[in-house]
């Protein structure tokens, strides 16, 4: 069944056109990479699917769990189960890291009906899930992304997908500005939470990382339209020959 189902997605941004017509289902459990040169809406469709304010669907669907959320407000969608790891993470000065950390976590529980976590509690598991992609204690008492280095706060936003346990997650660049060690710790940290009950989009420039994040599919963007969809030797023939020969295809 599928859990991320986009029908004929078409949106703008600043009433300039960008997606032209997407179409791209993943099953429960499934992991899909997209891929496409610079500026082909990866990003945008990532921010469409969040419900980022400013980037309007113009025509289409987007359904979760078999319910349409383009009617939704972001944050309905994140406490649904819909996560996306920004390109480029924002910080939040001011804003205590553990205290927002566990906002996210609570309000997500009690949208599922389950009991809230006390501050003690928390700590603990926030602890446990941080020094397994390698996060300071020291880097959990600042406030959230500021002072980090881009590499940090890439690992900070897979803290907070281990932490909130989505049913679709959107990765975009996870692996940009990570340097080789931090690259197969955020990759270990995704495959622990490959789940049977959750799906993700990786988005990625480079097959790298998905040798170590094996996709169950990968899509070709171009020019807002997902123009080759294929296996994962997709990637390694993108890698190969660039986009040339796709985007001709297309
Ligand atoms: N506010 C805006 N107004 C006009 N055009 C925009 C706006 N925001 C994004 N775009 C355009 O939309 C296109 C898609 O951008 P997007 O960030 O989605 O690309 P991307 O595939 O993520 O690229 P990259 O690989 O560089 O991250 C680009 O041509 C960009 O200039
Ligand atoms: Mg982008």
Known sequence: MSILEIKELTASVDGTEILHGINLSVNAGEVHAIMG???SGKSTL??????????EITGGDV???GTSIIEA?????????LF?????????PGVSGMSFLRASVNARLREQGKEEVDQLGFVKIVRAEAQKLGISDEMLKRAVNVGFSGG????YEILQMALLKP????????????????LKIVSQGVNLLRDPQRSMLVITHYQRLLSYIVPDKVHILSGGLIV???????????EENGYAGINDAA
């Open 37 to 39: 040169p610079n500026g």
């Open 46 to 55: 990532s921010y469409v699917l969040s419900g980022r304010t400013g980037y």
């Open 63 to 65: 359904l979760l769990n």
């Open 73 to 81: 407000e972001a944050d309905e969608r994140a406490r649904a189960g």
């Open 84 to 92: 996306l790891a920004f390109q480029y993470p924002v910080e939040l």
């Open 152 to 155: 940090e706060k890439k690992r």
């Open 167 to 182: 049913v679709m997650a959107i990765l975009d660049e996870t692996d940009s500005g990570l340097d080789v060690d931090a």
């Open 228 to 238: 080759k969809s294929g296996d994962k030797s997709l990637a390694l023939e993108v």
